[in-house]
């Protein structure tokens, strides 16, 4: 998975979190490199291309299975 790490420990292990749960995810393993997650300030933002509009409507719930609970930015692209 590609990922942008601010420089905030905090941010990197929650960045960590995600992509462990994406990683493990049985519809969204396959897509995770497809995939780029920033901490923007306080805010999650996921961008990126996934080929179905339910997959895209499954990162937020699996996000906050990984315990982000804050705001999430989903702009990923529907392709």
Known sequence: MATTITRDG????TI???DSV?????E???FRME???TME???IVLRGQLPTV??????VPAIRQAGVLGQVCNCVEVS
């Open 10 to 13: 905090r941010s990197a292990q």
């Open 16 to 18: 960590h979190r995600i």
């Open 22 to 26: 994406l990683s493990s995810h049985r």
């Open 28 to 30: 969204l393993a396959e």
């Open 35 to 37: 995939l780029d997650i």
């Open 41 to 43: 300030g306080s805010r």
């Open 54 to 59: 339910a997959l895209k409507q499954a990162l």
